[in-house]
């Protein structure tokens, strides 16, 4: 039986990022420890419209350390109540390398720019560790304006591969 199989395209940050812009809306962007079930609500929400699964599948003990631990840094984009609307995670454990493991909005925040600020607020604030770069990989089945954005905060395309659906 063959497994299906996708482009996925690997990208790098290698310069220190652009400066985010300023914005006066309600919204604001903090680093948040995020408890188990609040971390797996909002993943299911940014992640389901595009296919997310990697954390559903991992042990909620497992998943529960690694949100505990320094090796994960989470940067959650918050509406004027509280509300979470996004997050950028990165993954730290094998600095001066960093991941950008999963990014995203909720479906009702489409559109209105945060998207892009939330990237660039997160990179600002991780480059102040001193990475040699930031790296992620994406696929065709990310939302379509995944890679774009990317590309315009400074990431630049390093390789691309087929790869195994189920090693997504």
Avoid at 136 to 160: I, K, N
Wanted: hydrophobic share 40%; net charge negative; with cysteine.
């Amino acid at each position: 039986m063959h497994s299906e199989t996708v482009p996925v395209t690997y990208l790098e940050l290698r310069l220190r990022p652009a400066p985010a812009p300023a914005r006066c809306g309600a919204e604001r962007i903090g680093l948040e420890r995020l408890t188990l079930a609040d971390y797996l609500a909002l993943y299911r929400r940014v992640g389901g419209p595009v296919r997310w699964d990697q954390r559903l599948r991992m042990p909620a003990a497992e998943l529960e350390a690694l949100l505990q631990s320094d090796r994960l840094r989470i940067h959650v984009l918050r509406d004027g109540q509280g509300g979470a609307l996004g997050l950028c995670e990165f993954d730290c454990s094998a600095f001066p390398e960093i991941e950008l493991k999963n990014f995203g909005l909720i479906p009702e925040a489409y559109g209105r720019g945060l998207g892009s600020w939330l990237l660039a607020v997160a990179l600002e604030r991780e480059w102040h560790a001193g990475p040699t770069r930031v790296w992620l990989h994406t696929d065709s089945w990310d939302h379509p304006a995944a890679r774009p954005l990317y590309e315009r905060a400074g990431f630049r395309v390093y390789d691309v591969r087929l790869e195994a659906v189920d090693d997504l």
